[in-house]
């Protein structure tokens, strides 16, 4: 073995602490943002909040509420006991096990009621949750996971297999047998009539519950219109049976659930906070920061000047905490500096998005902005991801107005996220009946002089998460019978 020892002049670019700060500061979203700066005001004793004096006015009042609050302080006119406590609900509290007596403040549990209620659990969890504790093997949990998993609001699996193929990666891939196989195994989970492809099937699964209703299933089965309308006396007639007893067989049916996933909390909502907001004046888009995203963060000037009047050797980690504030405070500056002047230069770009749609969105890169800006690509990739921009059309993430071109017909170009547009306007004005495939749209594209291929229109239809044409096509006929199911039994209801 050999050791020697070697110089070597390389050229390298290395970012200060600084710049390392302002980095990472400018690609937080804002709820990161503000639980950054949360964390440096209370580690660095140089920082402090600047408070307007409306918050001043605010918080001497908290603080004299705070002080009526107190048990040490006599109220005038006291509160009854129990005054103010609300009659829970029977049902939460059979859940919890608890009575439902008030809680008094002699109680030794630290246990709020709020810990006690019940977390809202989703219609997937809740079956992924059963699906655990089958014993199957890894390729059949995979595949009813992915049933699960296509599931929409209702509880109904509007795809079909071959669309579910696609998102597995299997080998070999699942045939029809192993789909339907899984398909059975969701169908037997918990609530009754999940996975259903139709309202037909959904009811049928909820029957099989009910072996002594052959009449209900035989009704389900081949009658389910005359059922919805409530036609008890025609359904008897052709039935061959006698009325009371088709009677109560529809009664039967009425009792089931047509949307089994309702039963379950529907998807989390994630509440957005804009980081600038677009405004109409005087003719012109104008973008102002969002000012209640700004913190107003400054030096603690007193401090400061304890310091340097103060300073010694022995006080160097205050040296660097001084320092690292004066930092905080120049790069949270820069951030919404940044953020503004690209927001700015976006909708200037795009400034007919705002008065036409997105049917007027213009391609885009970033190379554009940054370019126009004397900034580095990279910044504005930070600078539009996780910030959300206010317009009167709604809220909009900045990354949504950069698409790339697609040559058309007359030798321009045209955005990829027009031409999303002029996809969800086809589809939302087609037949419901008679729902566009992805051919169709790509033909009627093509009359207006955008060469779209079949493939690239089910790629943005999917991007867009809108359901394949026979999906729509099931849908539109289940909303119909149940649409007809529930006017007729508000009626039935009336009378």
């Given amino acids: 073995m050999d050791t020697r020892l070697r110089l070597e002049h390389r050229q390298g670019q290395t970012l200060t602490p600084r710049l390392q700060q302002a980095v990472r500061l400018l690609q937080l ?31 001497a009042a908290e603080a004299a509420l705070g002080a009526l609050a107190d048990p040490a302080v ?3 006119d006291p509160i009854p006991d129990g005054a103010n406590d609300h009659q829970a609900d029977e049902a939460g509290w059979e859940e919890w096990g608890g009575s439902n007596g008030p809680r008094t403040s002699n109680d030794d549990s630290d246990v709020d009621a709020t810990d006690l209620a019940a977390a809202s659990v989703s219609l997937r969890e809740q079956l992924q949750n059963q699906l655990n504790m089958l014993s199957l093997s890894d390729r059949d949990r995979l595949l009813a996971g992915t049933v699960i998993e296509a599931l929409d609001d ?17 080998d ?44 209900a299933r035989r009704i389900v089965a081949d009658h389910l219109d005359h059922a919805a309308q409530r036609d008890c006396e025609r359904l ?16 039967s049916i009425r009792r089931l659930d047509p949307r089994p996933g309702w039963r379950f909390g529907g998807p ?41 009047s103060h300073r010694d050797s022995r006080h160097g980690e205050l040296a660097s905490h001084l320092q690292e504030a004066r930092w905080t405070v120049r790069n949270i500056e820069q ?3 940044t953020i503004l002047r690209v927001a700015q230069a976006i909708v200037d770009r795009q400034k007919h998005v705002f008065d036409f749609g997105e049917l007027a969105m213009k391609p885009m890169g970033l190379r554009e902005i940054a370019d126009e800006l004397g900034l580095h690509e990279s910044t504005v990739s930070r600078v539009t991801n996780n910030k959300y921009m206010a317009t009167p059309a709604g809220i909009f993430e900045l990354k949504y107005f950069f698409s790339r071109a697609l040559p058309t017909a007359t030798g321009g170009t045209c955005s990829t996220t027009a031409i999303r547009g002029v996809i969800k306007d086809l589809i939302a004005a087609e037949d419901l009946h008679a729902p566009l495939s992805d051919a169709e749209i790509a033909r009627l594209l093509h009359r207006q002089g955008l060469h779209v291929a079949r493939r690239t229109v089910t790629k943005y239809r999917q991007m867009m998460k809108v359901p394949a044409v026979e ?21 039935a209801a009336m009378a």
């Fill in 335 to 337: 951030r919404f500096s």
């Fill in 236 to 251: 008897a007639a052709m039935l061959g049976l006698d009325r009371v007893q088709v009677d109560e067989a529809c009664a």
């Fill in 154 to 170: 209702d509880g109904y699996l509007r795809l079909k297999f071959e669309e579910l193929d696609p998102l597995l990666d299997l």
């Fill in 471 to 491: 999906a729509r096509r099931q849908k539109a006929a289940a909303e119909a019978a149940a649409a007809a199911y529930s006017v007729r039994e508000r009626e």
């Fill in 172 to 215: 070999p891939t699942a045939d029809e047998t192993e789909w339907l196989i899984a398909l059975r195994m969701v169908q037997s989970l918990e609530p009754r009539g999940v996975a259903a492809r139709d309202l037909r099937e959904c009811l049928m699964l909820q029957l099989d519950d009910l072996p002594a209703n052959a009449l």
């Fill in 29 to 59: 979203s804002t709820l990161e943002f503000t639980q950054a700066v949360q964390q440096a005001l209370s580690s660095n004793p140089f920082l402090e909040t600047e408070e307007t004096e409306d918050e001043q006015t605010s918080n």
């Fill in 268 to 308: 989390d909502v994630r509440f957005l906070i804009p980081d600038v907001v677009v405004r109409k004046v005087h003719g012109k888009w104008i973008v102002r920061l969002n000012q209640s995203v700004v913190p107003r963060v400054r030096v603690n000037r007193v401090y400061a000047e304890l310091f340097h």
């Fill in 74 to 76: 006599q109220l005038l």
